[in-house]
């Protein structure tokens, strides 16, 4: 898995490219304000996938 970094004001512009760079390669990208880290776009495990999918159906 590999990691990279994005300022917050570029990834607002460009976050559905980001969410599906991160889906497809398994890519960790860092937002950061001013330099600074403040959050993460990060693939989810399978089996957390799933089992959101299934907590939507019994939601209703």
Do not use: F, S
Not at 8 to 32: F, H
Not at 37 to 60: F, K, S, V
């Amino acid at each position: 898995m590999t990691n990279r970094t994005i300022g917050i004001e570029m990834a607002r512009k460009v976050l559905g490219d980001l969410a599906n760079e991160v889906r497809y390669t398994k890519t960790t990208i860092t937002l950061t304000r001013n330099g600074a880290p403040i959050a993460q776009l990060a693939p989810i495990p399978p089996d957390a996938a799933t089992d959101a999918r299934t907590a939507e159906i019994e939601e209703g």
